[in-house]
């Protein structure tokens, strides 16, 4: 059965009713082994011997990937599993990584496709619900059988960019895998305001609009700006740049930007410079904390930082620093906050037309 557009999809499902529901599960039953690249055939001790590994390492691996385990009789298992398995141990065989290291990347790709998975499907329903007012699951079915594809090919090319970026860093300077884990980075954390109130008096569907709309805009100027989202939590974003100038600009355009979108209310942001230690595509520290706290200490709509990085955005052209009241910060002790604020109606702001 092909994929329809929604409005048509909506159409059939009215009209034609169980016979038409029939057609749907025969769709995503396609789907799904189109997906899993044939149909399931093996147990996992089956698995595991047509790989030559342990039982014991197969379910570590499959667990990483973030599987649950299934029983010792279920045929849960198709080709592409063994192929994929086959690949891991066969890395560690040649001795390009060891088992904890294949570990540690299967549970990287794991986790972040369940979460780009997620994303993906819920901003499909968001559009099926926006375009036709419905919720039923069986319109995204038919739509991702004409999406699929195109989706994989972009999951792809972007992993693709990113190591790319990546490589070239390490060749142009034999340093840089140092960096990679512990290095000097500004810390950002963007807070929104009054979320707890909002998110008691808003429906559910509103406040998933709020968090949608927060989330791509600061997404969007943390990287028009130079920067990395290293993180959303639901009414936080938490990002990085190299230096604390690019972090100020990012950090003002957030606070402006906000202040003037028509759904989502003010955002407080902190800024801290200093050791991170990054780590399974997190970050972690000391200055990560301090970025924390110091968002904590902002009023709606501003921008705060320490002593130690307002030195170094000293005689930038687009910020000014002033000096607030001495605070008790906890784990940091006495600090006098810094506002940072812009330097004039002139000075820099991302643009994201």
């Known amino acids: 059965m092909a994929a329809a557009g929604p409005r048509r999809l909506v159409a059939a499902v009215t009209q034609a009713g ?31 011997k ?20 299934v029983a010792e009789a279920d045929v849960a298992f198709t080709d592409a599993d063994v192929a994929a398995l086959t690949r891991v141990v066969g890395a560690v065989r040649d001795g390009l990584i060891d088992e904890p290291t294949a570990i540690a990347l299967a549970r990287a790709v794991g986790q972040t496709t369940d979460r780009l998975v997620s994303w993906q499907v819920e901003a499909l329903l968001e559009h099926l619900r926006d375009s036709v007012g419905s919720e039923g699951s069986e319109l995204a079915v038919g739509h991702l059988v004409d999406l699929v594809d195109d989706l994989e090919q ?30 000097d980075l500004t810390v950002g954390f963007a807070d929104l305001v009054s979320y707890t109130r909002l998110s008691q008096r808003l429906e559910q569907r509103e406040l998933g609009q709020l ?87 902002a009023q709606p709509g501003t921008v705060v930082t320490d002593h130690a990085t307002a030195a ?11 000096a607030q009241r001495v605070r008790q ?18 000075a820099r702001l991302i643009d994201l037309d």
């Open 50 to 69: 047509l790989v030559g590994v342990s039982v014991l390492s197969a379910r570590k691996l499959w667990r990483a990937l973030g599987f649950a385990n």
């Open 154 to 183: 972009v999951v792809v090319y972007a992993w693709r960019r990113r190591l790319a970026a990546v490589v070239a860093r390490l060749g142009a300077d034999p340093d840089a895998g140092d960096d990679l884990q512990a290095t």
């Open 211 to 297: 968090v949608q709309r927060f989330e791509g805009l600061a997404s969007d100027v943390v990287t028009a700006g130079g920067g990395r989202v290293v993180k959303t939590i639901g009414d936080e974003v938490l990002f990085t740049t190299d230096d604390p100038g690019s972090a100020a600009v990012i950090a003002l355009s957030l606070s402006e930007l906000m202040a003037i979108d028509r759904l989502v209310p003010d955002v407080r942001v902190g800024l801290a410079h200093g050791p991170v230690l990054r780590s399974l595509g997190d970050v972690y520290g000391a200055t990560v904390n301090l970025a924390s706290r110091l968002t904590a200490l």
């Open 312 to 322: 170094r955005l000293q005689g930038h052209p687009d910020v000014v620093l002033v």
């Open 18 to 48: 169980p016979q038409t529901s029939r057609d749907l599960r025969r769709t995503a039953t396609a789907l799904e082994l189109r997906l899993l690249g044939g149909p399931r055939r093996y147990a996992r001790r089956e698995v595991a």
């Open 329 to 346: 910060v906890r784990g940091f002790g006495t600090l006098t906050p810094l506002l940072i604020a812009r330097a004039g109606p002139d």
